[in-house]
């Protein structure tokens, strides 16, 4: 690839300070800590209970921490880019409170909806803008308050989903590091299988719509893994195979975190041990859109220029894809953020 590349330059992130447990949910559907370890890699998530804050302050927190570590003026970004599938309101979009919240003077920018897989399709279509030229900063945030549409009765869901954000500073670079490659689909003939069917145009909100609960996400678990399973695999092992990849050569998988067994499997398929697989659901659980960038933040100090990282996602639509990009920055450069460094403290 010559001419300009998009690299990331720096993350940021937010987490809830509220956390729930496995023994709390215990507490609200028949479930148990061992049945939920085991099927899912999941012992707690953030949860944000403030009733007023929602997706867009959690967007704004996670940039304003990645600005303040570059020392960048918010009038400096030019493009935003919200992943979410829980915005604030239907418009204005996630970004336009985001813009204005940060003080962000010069960006334009709009929200993608792609469900878990919304990061990485923010993060190619931003990088476009800055291939092209026609960008310079591009903010790309995913960020979900999923326990707004989680139905906390139904303990085949409840257990899986937890609240987030977390971003990245594309910028442009010259010597080929950043986004190299990436393959992404969408398949609209499953969109039962996962969906959340109330509130839109089809189903406006009524007194119907909510005793049919159709203003909760709706998963058919075992249906969805299997898709995910291969097509995580599938895409992850393409894109290392059309840039004459092996696993030697990638330091990273970066992958959503839906699911332990899901992750084990494309890292199998790409031949890399789990030494090489950025995993913190057992923290975080599935924050849909945010959980690509929370791994990027959860590892950026061990990241250094150069490394080749997979990032690979799947979710609701369907939407799947993976990305091939060679990390820009020595990440030790950045103090280890407060959550990380007080989970060392405790172990
Ligand atoms: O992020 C977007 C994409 N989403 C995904 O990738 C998620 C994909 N799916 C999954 O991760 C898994 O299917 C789940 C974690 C959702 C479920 O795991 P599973 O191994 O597929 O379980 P299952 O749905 O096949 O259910 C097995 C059993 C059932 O009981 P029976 O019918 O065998 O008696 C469920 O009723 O486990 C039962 N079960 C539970 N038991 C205790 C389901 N949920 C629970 C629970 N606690 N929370």
């Given at each position: 690839?010559?001419?300009?590349?998009?690299?990331?330059?720096?993350?940021?992130?937010?987490?809830?300070?509220?956390?729930?447990?496995?023994?709390?949910?215990?507490?609200?559907?028949?479930?148990?800590?061992?049945?939920?370890?085991?099927?899912?890699?999941?012992?707690?998530?953030?949860?944000?209970?403030?009733?007023?804050?929602?997706?867009?302050?959690?967007?704004?927190?996670?940039?304003?921490?990645?600005?303040?570590?570059?020392?960048?003026?918010?009038?400096?970004?030019?493009?935003?880019?919200?992943?979410?599938?829980?915005?604030?309101?239907?418009?204005?979009?996630?970004?336009?409170?985001?813009?204005?919240?940060?003080?962000?003077?010069?960006?334009?920018?709009?929200?993608?909806?792609?469900?878990?897989?919304?990061?990485?399709?923010?993060?190619?279509?931003?990088?476009?803008?800055?291939?092209?030229?026609?960008?310079?900063?591009?903010?790309?945030?995913?960020?979900?308050?999923?326990?707004?549409?989680?139905?906390?009765?139904?303990?085949?869901?409840?257990?899986?989903?937890?609240?987030?954000?977390?971003?990245?500073?594309?910028?442009?670079?010259?010597?080929?590091?950043?986004?190299?490659?990436?393959?992404?689909?969408?398949?609209?003939?499953?969109?039962?299988?996962?969906?959340?069917?109330?509130?839109g145009s089809l189903n406006p909100p009524s007194h119907n719509?909510?005793?049919?609960?159709?203003?909760?996400?709706?998963?058919?678990?075992?249906?969805?893994?299997?898709?995910?399973v291969t097509g995580m695999a599938?895409?992850?092992?393409?894109?290392?195979?059309?840039?004459?990849?092996?696993?030697?050569?990638?330091?990273?998988?970066?992958?959503?975190?839906?699911?332990?067994?899901?992750?084990?499997?494309?890292?199998?398929?790409?031949?890399?041990?789990?030494?090489?697989?950025?995993?913190?659901?057992?923290?975080?659980?599935?924050?849909?859109?945010?959980?690509?960038?929370?791994?990027?933040?959860?590892?950026?100090?061990?990241?250094?220029?150069?490394?080749?990282?997979?990032?690979?996602?799947?979710?609701?639509?369907?939407?799947?894809?993976?990305?091939?990009?060679?990390?820009?920055?020595?990440?030790?450069?950045?103090?280890?953020?407060?959550?990380?460094?007080?989970?060392?403290?405790?172990?």
């Amino acid at each position: 690839m010559t001419g300009i590349t998009a690299a990331i330059t720096s993350v940021g992130h937010y987490l809830p300070p509220d956390r729930m447990t496995n023994a709390d949910l215990e507490k609200l559907v028949d479930t148990s800590d061992e049945w939920i370890v085991s099927r899912t890699g999941i012992s707690e998530r953030r949860v944000l209970r403030d009733p007023d804050k929602a997706t867009a302050y959690m967007a704004t927190e996670a940039a304003r921490t990645l600005l303040a570590k570059r020392n960048i003026d918010p009038s400096e970004i030019d493009t935003i880019l919200v992943a979410t599938v829980t915005p604030d309101m239907f418009f204005p979009s996630t970004a336009c409170l985001v813009q204005a919240e940060l003080g962000a003077t010069n960006a334009w920018g709009f929200d993608i909806s792609a469900a878990c897989s919304g990061f990485l399709f923010a993060l190619t279509t931003g990088a476009r803008f800055i291939e092209s030229g026609r960008s310079k900063k591009v903010l790309v945030i995913g960020a979900d308050k999923m326990s707004t549409i989680v139905d906390y009765s139904d303990r085949t869901t409840c257990i899986l989903f937890g609240d987030g954000a977390a971003c990245a500073l594309l910028e442009p670079d010259e010597d080929g590091y950043g986004l190299r490659d990436y393959i992404e689909h969408i398949d609209g003939e499953q969109k039962d299988l996962l969906c959340m069917k109330g509130g839109g145009s089809l189903n406006p909100p009524s007194h119907n719509t909510i005793d049919a609960g159709l203003h909760f996400l709706h998963q058919e678990g075992r249906a969805v893994f299997k898709y995910a399973v291969t097509g995580m695999a599938d895409v992850s092992a393409r894109i290392m195979e059309r840039n004459n990849l092996t696993g030697d050569d990638v330091r990273y998988l970066v992958p959503h975190q839906a699911n332990l067994r899901i992750i084990d499997a494309t890292a199998r398929r790409m031949g890399i041990g789990s030494e090489k697989v950025m995993l913190n659901i057992e923290r975080y659980g599935n924050t849909t859109a945010a959980t690509i960038p929370l791994c990027l933040v959860d590892w950026e100090h061990e990241l250094r220029r150069g490394d080749n990282l997979v990032l690979a996602a799947f979710g609701g639509g369907f939407t799947w894809g993976a990305a091939w990009l060679r990390w820009a920055y020595d990440g030790s450069v950045y103090p280890i953020p407060e959550h990380l460094a007080a989970l060392s403290a405790n172990s």
